[in-house]
């Protein structure tokens, strides 16, 4: 059997949509199956097909890692099909709904054009819950009924990963399924447990399997699990609604990163992207401990990559891609225990070659201008960004980044005195416990900055780009349970601090000031922390036309707002109850039975001294990488442990590529 393409039908109509060329696939490093690939196969049997999806548009999605990962590891094996699809523009949506004489034309792959609906599995990796539209959009399309009870057995099973999947319960009527963690093992064992369901001739149907991915007790299924909700809204109980099913589903972990060097055959794009460069990821997961980060939280204990890795996946990567820039990628690159062997290894390696080598690291010290000085050999010393995130030291005391400003005035007098001439700041606002004087604070330190650059480098064009995000709590974070501010005044705030800024003519010039209002965070933070009932928001905001809610030319809060006023009118809570409520220890949390291995005492411990913080108590978490453990709860839970070097390996500066 195969699948028809469905590209003779798109072909003719391309020259009516923008960027044609995103549609069209065949990219360097792409693979292309035949439908049956696993029947001409070593491996035998059946294929089991996976459709990829990056929810955003091809010049986000293409570079996605997470994708490019599972893409390649499923597609080494030969009885796996792994194809991709992207978020198509509404141009392009208009011309596949009005169709040709065969009708709609559905959601379709790039690499083959094959329709998405023909797929054993539909994977969604979600780095941001504003995707959730688009997904529908995409079921839509593929002509993939919307909830996943009204799915048949010839339909995909659609399975949510990535980050947004840790609370994955405002989507919980659309997907089958959802994975918490590190997607390259468990998407083999899905796929595994999909063959041999297939061998045994699929018994019990979609169900069954259902079934069976869920006793795994790493996979979760929402419709083996019933909600229950009390009389003020909260949730009562979520239990497991038939026996066998496990009353937690663990995170996955993925140990020892050296035997897993993915991407090797990086994705180089056709038409224009956001990143256009070859990704190594340096290190997974971060225990630095800063409590409004979810990534932090759920990716941890920290493990490395080895400094031999590093070197070979960015040499076989260059050679496989042609891409001339590197970016040395995590949560926080220069903390990497032989950053400085790496940095030093690399730039040496690369000198006066085409090859320029980026960290995109934030950590605040002198040490980091070492490195940026490093990876700048070979290029324009474009700027270096830092992030302080709060304005005040009191602020950065709730939310345990320890960087005093003494620290930052230090490091960016290092930057300025070796010839950056712009220093990037990154803050946020609408932190727990802040006030007007904690923003106000980011006036006072970025003229700091300034008159330092100038003091140190005796010149006047020292720039400084002051860049201010909303913050949104998220599940599985201390801050889960913080009352978020709303958007009124959170817009007062920036107001205030832009006017600030702007009055004193000395800098004004100097600080560039970047922010966004506060409305999309307040949709953000619906969707992060809401729970089942939240779904017939997204559902109504799609049917009113909503669709790529993560472009500021898209997003409309107003739609948001009165689909929400609709869909939750009979629920007895709102927008205010998901969003600016503050919760308490004993509320039953909508992810609570998603387990991220983080203990729940030692979350709220965290929260209650991040309030002790606020009023002044000098408490300090420090990273578990070079203090003794402090009993997050992770490793333990999870079975996992830190993997850090050194390893007192070198990197042979060798041969130019
Ligand atoms: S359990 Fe201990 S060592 Fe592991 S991540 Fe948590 S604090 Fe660090």
């Not at 503050?582 to 909508?590: A, H, K, M, S």
Request: with cysteine.
């Amino acid at each position: 059997m195969s699948v028809a393409s469905v590209f003779p039908r798109l072909e003719a109509r391309l020259p009516s949509v923008q960027k044609p060329i995103q549609y069209v696939g065949g990219e360097l490093n792409s693979v292309v199956k035949d439908w049956d690939c696993a029947a001409s196969s070593e491996t035998g049997g059946p294929t089991v097909r996976w459709a990829l999806m990056y929810p955003d548009a091809y010049e986000v999605g293409l570079p996605n890692q997470g994708v490019q990962i599972l893409y390649e590891v499923l597609n080494e094996r030969d009885w796996i099909l792994a194809e991709r699809t992207y978020s198509v523009w509404p141009d392009m949506e208009k011309v596949m709904r009005e169709g040709d004489e065969h009708g709609p034309i559905p959601q379709f792959t790039v690499d083959s054009h094959r329709p998405v609906g023909a797929f054993d599995l539909f994977g969604l990796s979600f780095s941001t819950e504003l995707g959730y539209t688009n997904m529908l959009n995409a079921l839509d399309l593929a002509g993939i009924p919307l909830h996943a009870v009204d799915r048949g057995e010839d339909d995909p099973v659609v399975i949510a990963g990535g980050h947004a999947a840790f609370n994955p319960e405002p989507i919980a009527d659309f997907i089958d399924a959802a994975v918490l963690g590190d997607g390259e093992e468990v998407v083999l064992a899905i796929s595994d447990i999909v063959r041999e369901w297939k061998l045994e001739d699929r018994p019990g149907g979609r169900e069954e399997l259902l079934r069976r991915l869920a006793v795994t007790g790493n996979i979760y299924v929402p419709r083996f699990y019933d909600v229950a909700y009390a009389a003020d809204g909260a949730i009562e109980a979520v239990v497991p609604n038939r026996p066998g099913i496990p009353f937690r589903v663990r995170k996955h972990t993925l140990m020892d990163l050296d035997q897993w060097p993915y991407p090797a055959n990086p994705l180089v794009p056709l038409a224009e992207t956001v990143h256009e460069r070859f990704s190594v990821e340096i290190f997974r997961g971060c225990t630095r401990g800063c409590r409004f980060c979810q990534a932090g939280m759920i990716t941890r204990p920290v493990r490395e990559r080895s400094i031999k890795t590093i070197g070979d996946m960015v040499e076989n990567g260059i050679r496989k891609s042609g891409f001339e820039e590197v970016g040395l990628l995590s949560l926080s690159s220069a903390d990497h225990t032989e950053i400085g062997d790496i940095a030093k290894g690399l730039a040496d390696r690369y000198e006066g070659s085409n090859v320029s080598l980026s960290l995109p690291s934030t950590r605040v010290d002198a040490f980091n201008i070492t490195l940026a000085n490093e990876f700048s050999r070979n290029g324009r010393r474009s700027g270096l960004t830092f992030a302080p995130e709060g304005g005040s030291e009191r602020m950065r005391k709730v939310i345990n980044k320890m960087v005093s400003e003494e620290d930052l005035i230090r490091t960016v007098a290092a930057a300025y005195s070796h010839g950056w001439r712009q220093v990037k700041l990154y803050f946020m606002c609408g932190l727990p416990q802040e006030t007007d004087e904690d923003v106000l604070a980011i006036a006072d330190l970025a003229k700091r900055v300034i008159a330092t650059g100038r003091e140190v480098s005796g010149r006047n064009d020292i720039r400084c780009t002051v860049s201010i995000g909303g913050f949104v709590p998220k599940p599985h974070t201390p801050f889960q349970w913080a009352p978020q501010l709303d958007h009124e005044a959170t817009d007062e705030r920036l107001r205030l601090l832009r006017e600030v800024v702007r009055a004193d003519k000395k800098y004004a010039r100097a600080i560039g000031f970047r922010y966004h209002d506060g409305k999309p965070g307040i949709v953000e933070g619906l969707l992060s922390r809401g729970d089942r009932r939240v779904g017939g928001v997204i559902e109504q905001v799609w049917r009113d036309g909503g669709r790529f809610d993560g472009w500021s030319e898209h997003f409309s809060y107003d739609r948001w707002m009165e689909s929400a006023a609709t869909a939750l009118a009979d629920t007895g809570v709102d927008v205010d109850w998901y969003t600016t409520r503050e919760r308490d220890y004993d509320e039953v949390l909508p992810w609570e039975h998603l387990d991220s291995g983080l203990d729940k005492d030692w979350l709220w411990g965290d929260w209650e001294d991040a309030l002790a913080a606020a009023d002044g108590a000098d408490i300090e978490i420090e990273d578990c990488r070079w203090t003794p453990c402090y009993d997050c709860g992770v490793c333990p839970e999870m079975g996992t442990e830190i993997q850090v070097g050194p390893t007192g390996q070198q990197l042979l500066p060798l041969s130019v590529v």
